[in-house]
């Protein structure tokens, strides 16, 4: 391996950890930040003896310091605490909600790549047409309405006004529907947008006019020469829009009871259960991390410029 490789691969991971530990301080701070936990676990009208012992017992009574020492030691070895409010292991309940997350956010990101893409390829291939015109609009306001909101909207219509789909929780095909279309919004018009600008460029390339003059069909011009060369930018945007999604998904999940790690996330957060935050937090970092470092990893397979 070159010299010159090692480096640039040590400068990236050096860059990636320097963000997770970012992401692991800010956690921390503002876990410490949100409030005694005590006088939830223990109710308002807890005698200040009792109070005290449980801080001791949980070590809030330590300097702050030594607090946040213990809990880098902790990350880093994999043990991420206890929950104050349930008395179960944070791994374990990131591990029972992380599976419905997920699957939310396959469905969420196969329905924006589906629709998104083609638009954007439509929009490309007909520029300044009115298809082109509807598609950017449609894109914008993907991009411009909120989540919550039209995710409340979806509820209304589909299941309150039309009884078609349930307006909420898990269990069947049917209840994922309307929180995947609701996941969707977002990326599928970022990524209408993103593939309609690099379409636009690689149309407008020599060797565009080059495949044409061979007489070469326009659907394989679009999809096997220019699509092609398009794809880097694409791939990028859906690799880490998934990691948005994935550590993002708390509206989408409030609004639809969802059991997810957004909900568990809002759970922690109204019971002041900062253990259980700063893991979810420090979960979605690293994810969020090790997708950066499968965008470089991407790069440099398909961009042989990169190798």
Do not use: C
């Not at 909120?146 to 789909?165: N, S």
Request: glycine share 8%; no cysteine.
């Amino acid at each position: 391996m070159k010299a010159s490789t090692v480096r640039r691969v040590g400068s990236r991971v050096a860059s990636l950890f320097a963000s997770l530990l970012i992401a692991l301080s800010l956690a921390f701070l503002l876990g410490r930040l949100s409030g005694d936990p005590t006088a939830t676990i223990l109710g308002p009208m807890a005698p200040p003896e009792q109070r005290e012992a449980l801080r001791q017992e949980l070590g809030l009574d330590l300097p702050l310091i030594v607090q946040y020492l213990d809990y880098l030691r902790g990350v880093f070895t994999g043990d991420l605490g206890q929950s104050l409010q349930f008395y179960q292991s944070n791994t374990s309940m990131i591990a029972d909600r992380l599976p419905y997350t997920l699957q939310l956010v396959a469905a969420g990101m196969a329905l924006a790549l589906l629709v998104g893409v083609p638009l954007g390829v439509l929009a490309a291939t007909r520029e300044g047409t009115w298809w082109d015109r509807g598609a950017s609009t449609l894109a914008l306001l993907g991009q411009s309405v909120p989540v919550f909101w039209f995710g409340m909207m979806l509820v209304v219509l589909f299941a309150v006004k039309l009884g078609w789909l349930p307006a909420g929780q898990s269990g069947s095909p049917k209840h994922l529907i309307l929180p995947a279309l609701t996941m969707s919004v977002y990326p599928m018009a970022h990524i209408a947008r993103l593939t309609r600008a690099s379409m636009s460029e690689a149309l407008a390339e020599p060797y565009i006019d080059s495949a044409r003059a061979r007489g070469i069909s326009r659907p394989r011009v679009v999809w096997r020469h220019a699509f092609k060369n398009a794809m880097m930018p694409i791939l990028t945007i859906v690799v880490l829009q998934t990691g948005i999604l994935l550590s993002g998904a708390v509206a989408v999940e409030y609004v639809y009871s969802w059991p997810g790690l957004g909900q568990l996330a809002l759970q922690a957060i109204q019971f002041r259960d900062f253990p259980l935050v700063q893991a979810i937090v420090v979960f979605g970092a690293l994810v969020f991390v090790l997708l950066n470092l499968l965008v470089d990893v991407i790069h440099s397979i398909v961009d042989p410029r990169v190798r």
